[in-house]
């Protein structure tokens, strides 16, 4: 997941450990050499062709340079059916022992950067340019690396049994020199918010956050975000961020300081039963809108207008079960998506899940879905 936007002001993230062999630590820099990247749970693109990997299981992110920074002002269309069985073919192996993990697109190539895992866990990068999908080496590679502080144990579960240390990266976003980190942490108030100075420095600070969830009915704070984005709302810099069953929140992007616990401004409740899985900004025609996957819900539009228009927060239990209350949003005719991203201006790019379970990939430029 891969956002861009405004600067984040949560704190500073150092502690290099650069993973590789034969190479000594230089603070703030890269090098190269093979890192041990155990998992590729988030990706988000930064300046000058860096890919920043969130590896949850390593409580680790990593800053690639991809090198690819040849500028590209509209790519050609993509349209791949049954992309993960293509997938599969390159790599050798069966379809079910593959899953697609997230997606990213270069802002200057305009290449899709793609992160793929095995079933016995091992990670794997590819680019999707056009119909042709390619194999990324993660050897020999020029990268930096930096370890997230008081992240979950890898053996802690939450009350369901489920591992509390692969939620320790939900979701990345990169503006003005800060890599933008969402995830949980082993404090107290576990829904925790980072902000990396990057080139990657040598602190570490984060903010707890608390949010009002409508559908639940109650002050949370051990949830974490799902999927985030950040835009200027009526003057103001905001972190624009989504959680399970499904609250959208707003929070100050100036009340966000290290150390602080913050409580988000909850301006809508889009139905419970549900989960965000990606949120880009995307401009048409002079009009800003949020757009949001879900797992079981069609993708979700939002005129930040009528963000902009909304006072107050939601602090009271919607009344019965996938209700929804707050900020008005659309239902857009697109079902099942489970990526997403911005191609370029008016475009998406998305992963979508068809009738016969296959998944596709194909670009969209429909001003009809986002004008209407």
């Known amino acids: 997941m891969k956002k861009t936007g405004f600067i984040l002001l949560v704190g500073f993230v150092g502690v290099l450990l650069l993973a590789f062999t034969g190479r000594s630590y230089k603070s703030g820099g890269f090098l190269t050499g093979s890192p041990e990247i155990k998992s590729i749970t988030s990706l988000a693109f930064g300046p000058d062709g860096i890919l920043f990997l969130g ?10 340079d991809t090198k690819d920074v040849g500028r590209v ?28 993990q997230d997606l990213a697109v270069n802002p200057l190539s305009k290449k899709v950067y793609c992160a ?21 080496s993660l050897k020999d590679i020029t990268y930096s690396s930096v370890a997230l502080n008081h992240a979950p144990a890898e053996d802690a579960k939450n009350k369901w049994g489920q591992s509390l240390r692969m939620s320790t990266i939900s979701d990345l976003g990169y503006a003005d020199g ?13 829904s925790t918010f ?14 707890s956050l608390e949010i009002y969830h409508a559908a639940h009915g109650q002050y949370e704070t051990t949830s974490p975000i799902k999927t985030f984005t950040t835009a200027q709302i009526n003057g103001k810099k905001y972190l624009i961020a989504s959680y ?35 949120m880009i900004t995307i401009n048409k025609d002079g009009k800003s809108f949020l757009v949001m996957a879900n797992s079981n819900r069609p993708v979700f539009r939002v005129n930040f207008k009528n963000i902009e228009s909304f006072e107050g ?8 079960n996938f209700a929804t209350d707050g900020v008005k949003f659309v239902s857009m005719p697109l079902t099942n998506v489970l990526q997403l991203d911005k191609m370029d201006e008016g475009r998406m790019v998305m992963l ?3 009738a016969d379970g296959a998944l596709d990939l194909w670009t969209t430029d429909k001003a009809e879905w986002l004008l209407q």
């Open 55 to 64: 590896d949850s299981r390593g409580a680790t992110v990593f800053a690639l």
């Open 73 to 100: 002002e509209k790519a050609g269309a993509i349209d791949i059916k049954k992309v993960d069985q293509k997938i599969a073919d390159l790599l050798g192996t069966k379809l079910e022992n593959i899953a697609i």
């Open 116 to 136: 793929v895992q095995y079933s016995d866990g091992t990670p794997v990068l590819l680019t999707i340019e056009g119909d042709k999908i390619q194999n990324v």
């Open 178 to 190: 800060k890599l933008m980190v969402s995830g949980l942490s082993n404090q107290e108030f576990s």
């Open 194 to 207: 980072r902000s990396i100075s990057f080139p990657f420095s040598n602190a570490q600070d984060e903010a």
């Open 244 to 278: 399970t069953c499904t609250p959208l929140v707003l929070f100050s992007l100036e009340d966000l300081k290290p150390g602080t616990h913050v409580k988000g401004r909850t301006v809508a409740e889009m139905g419970s039963g549900n989960q965000p899985l990606d």
């Open 313 to 320: 927060s939601l602090t009271t239990k919607v009344p019965e």
């Open 352 to 354: 979508q899940r068809k």
